[in-house]
C-alpha cells in the first residue's frame, strides 16, 4: 500500500514514528491516513484570561485526517484488524470513533458498521460515517446501550470490536503524550482532558508512563480529567442512566474504561472534575474568538476545567498545562451556529452595508 504522497514529505504514518513503543512488526500491513503529528498550540492570550500564571498549549487533534484525536488508535486497531485476517469491523460511538472506523476501513477494504445513539450525534459526524460507506445503525438508546449491544456482537460473531475497549487503539492514542513531551522537551505539570468513555486518559496516562521508564522525561504531569456535568459517572462515584450534556461526544453514562481513568487520576495526582454545559459554551466560544482555534464542544471541556480550576485557585505556581482538543469544531456545525449571535441579511448596496458595520 502507498502510504505517503511525495508531496507530503515530512509526514509519516504515526505507526512508523513510534513504531518501537507499539505492537507492531516489520509484516503488520500498516494502514495509514498520516495521521497524528497535531500542533500543540501556545495560548498566550487565553492563559492571560483564565491566570496569568499558566502557560497554556492546546493539543489541537483536530487536524487528524477525520477532525478526531481517534484516528491515533484506529490506524492501530485496523492495522491490526487486518493483520489477524479480520474481515469486518464494529463499534458504537457518540460519532468520532464511527468517522474514524469509517474511514480507516474504507482505506483498508473493510466492512465497517457503526451503532450511534440515534439524534445525538453531530451532523458533520455522521456525514463522515456515510460518505466512508459504513453501515449505519441509529441505535434507539444512548451510547451505552449501543456499545452494550456491540458487545454482545462481536462475543458472537467474527467480526472486530474496534472501541476503545481494544487494546490496540489505546496503543495507538497514547503517542498523543509523546508527542506533546517531544515538543515541549518533558512532560507538562498538568495534562486536561475530557472524559467520556475514559479510553483517552486511560491512553494519555500510558504513554507519558512509558515516556518516563523509558528516560524521555523527567517527570510525570498530573491528570486533569472532565467530564460534562449532566455525564459525570466518575464523579458521582456511580453510573448515569439518561446521561445529558450539549457535548454529545461525551454524553455517557457508563465508561468503559472507568477503572483505568480512576488509576490515572489517583497515580498521577490528578483530578476529575465535572464542568456544566454553560461553562463548556463559555470556553468554547473563548477558544474560538480569543486564540483561533475552533473545536468540537466536548474539546472544550479540557479548557471549561482548567478554567473552573483556576478560578477556585487550585494553580498555585507557575506551570505548563497542556489542553487536548479532542475534536474539530466543524464537526458540530449546527451547535456553533446556535451558540453564536445572528448574522445580518442585507441587499447588496454599499450604503446599507457600510451604515450597518458602522464605517
Ligand atoms: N472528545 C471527543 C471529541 C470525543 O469524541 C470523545 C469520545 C471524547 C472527547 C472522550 O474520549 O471516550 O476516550 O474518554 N468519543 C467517543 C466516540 C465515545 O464514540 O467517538 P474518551
Redo the contacts with the bound molecule.
Keep these: 500500500m502507498q502510504l505517503q504522497a511525495p508531496s507530503r514529505a515530512g509526514r509519516i504514518p504515526l505507526i512508523e514514528r513510534y513504531r518501537e513503543y507499539l505492537p507492531v512488526n516489520d509484516e503488520s500491513p500498516i494502514v495509514s491516513l498520516l495521521e497524528g503529528d497535531t500542533p500543540l498550540i501556545k495560548a498566550d492570550r487565553l492563559s492571560r484570561a483564565i491566570d496569568p500564571k499558566l502557560s497554556i498549549y492546546l493539543k489541537y487533534?483536530?487536524l487528524n485526517p477525520t477532525g478526531?484525536?481517534?484516528d491515533r488508535g484506529m490506524t492501530m486497531a485496523i492495522t491490526k484488524a487486518v493483520e489477524e485476517g479480520s474481515k469486518a469491523v464494529i463499534?458504537?460511538?457518540?460519532?468520532?470513533?464511527?468517522?474514524?472506523a469509517a474511514a480507516y476501513s474504507a482505506r483498508a477494504g473493510l466492512t465497517c458498521a457503526v451503532l450511534l445513539p440515534k439524534g445525538e450525534v453531530a451532523l458533520g459526524?455522521v456525514s463522515q460515517s456515510m460518505m466512508h460507506g459504513a453501515r449505519v445503525i441509529a441505535v434507539t438508546g444512548n451510547?451505552d446501550d449501543a456499545l452494550r449491544v456491540v458487545l454482545e456482537i462481536t462475543e458472537k460473531y467474527p467480526v472486530t470490536l474496534v472501541?476503545?475497549l481494544n487494546p490496540y487503539r489505546i496503543e495507538g492514542?497514547k503517542t498523543g503524550a509523546f508527542e506533546i513531551c517531544d515538543v515541549l522537551g518533558d512532560a507538562p505539570a498538568f495534562h486536561a482532558?475530557?472524559?467520556?468513555?475514559?479510553?483517552?486518559?486511560?491512553?494519555y496516562w500510558k504513554g507519558y508512563r512509558e515516556y518516563y521508564e523509558a528516560g524521555k522525561i523527567a517527570r510525570l504531569p498530573k491528570m486533569l480529567?472532565f467530564q460534562a456535568a449532566g455525564a459525570a459517572p466518575i464523579v458521582r462515584g456511580r453510573p448515569i442512566q439518561n446521561p445529558e450534556t450539549i457535548?454529545t461526544?461525551?454524553r455517557?453514562g457508563n465508561?468503559?474504561?472507568w477503572k483505568t481513568?480512576v488509576a490515572a487520576r489517583d497515580e498521577s495526582g490528578g483530578t476529575i472534575d465535572t464542568v456544566t454545559d454553560d461553562e463548556i459554551v463559555d470556553a468554547y466560544k473563548m477558544l474560538a474568538s480569543v486564540e483561533g482555534v475552533f473545536?468540537?464542544p466536548?474539546?472544550a471541556?479540557s479548557v471549561a476545567g482548567v478554567r473552573k480550576l483556576a478560578a477556585a485557585g487550585y494553580f498555585k505556581e507557575p506551570a505548563q498545562v497542556v489542553c487536548?482538543l479532542?475534536?474539530h469544531g466543524l464537526?458540530d456545525p449546527n451547535r456553533a451556529v446556535k451558540v453564536s449571535p445572528p448574522f445580518m441579511e442585507l441587499p447588496p448596496e454599499i450604503d446599507t452595508i457600510a451604515g450597518e458595520l458602522g464605517l
Aim: hydrophobic share 40%; aromatic share 4%.
Design positions: 487533534e483536530g478526531s484525536f481517534k463499534c458504537a460511538s457518540t460519532g468520532n470513533t464511527a468517522a474514524a459526524k451510547f472501541n476503545s492514542q482532558i475530557p472524559v467520556g468513555n475514559a479510553g483517552n486518559i486511560t491512553a480529567g457535548a461526544a461525551i455517557i465508561p468503559a474504561s481513568a473545536c468540537e466536548a474539546s471541556a487536548v479532542t475534536g464537526k
